[in-house]
């Protein structure tokens, strides 16, 4: 399984990007996807999960309201549309697949990595 993370790129404060992943390699609809990011010094932390038909989605509570997940079965992509964006949402975005789950906030169920796309957003 190959993931392919673009759209990363400099904003500034209050500014929308819209990240995708593409995945193949694998029927991409039975795979739940994530989005992570890690930040310099810090360590890589959950963003947002959908499961394989996109019904679910989970976020954590910081970023609810701003970022949004959503998959395109058809195209093999999932997206992470990111909405006034702060200067501490800088980071590297990874985007992740999970083979076996629904899609969760946790790293270790996550089998297939994507490269990370660098998204700074300056004040």
């Known amino acids: 399984v190959q993931l392919q993370a673009s759209g990363g790129g400099l904003v500034q404060a209050g500014d929308s990007l819209r990240l995708s992943c593409t995945v193949s390699?694998?029927?991409?609809?039975?795979?739940?996807m994530g989005w992570f990011r890690e930040a310099p010094g810090k360590e890589r932390e959950f963003v947002a999960a959908?499961?394989?038909?996109?019904?679910?989605?989970d976020y954590p509570d910081s970023m609810k309201g701003r970022f949004t997940i959503s998959r395109d079965n058809a195209k093999n992509t999932v997206y992470l549309q990111m909405n006034n964006l702060k200067p501490e949402d800088t980071a590297v975005y990874y985007c992740?697949?999970?083979?076996w789950g629904t899609g969760t906030s946790k790293k270790s169920s996550y089998d297939y990595w994507g490269q990370g796309t660098q998204v700074t957003v300056s004040s």
């Open positions: 390699g694998r029927t991409f609809s039975m795979i739940a």
């Open positions: 992740a697949a999970d083979r």
């Open positions: 959908i499961s394989r038909s996109g019904g679910i989605t």
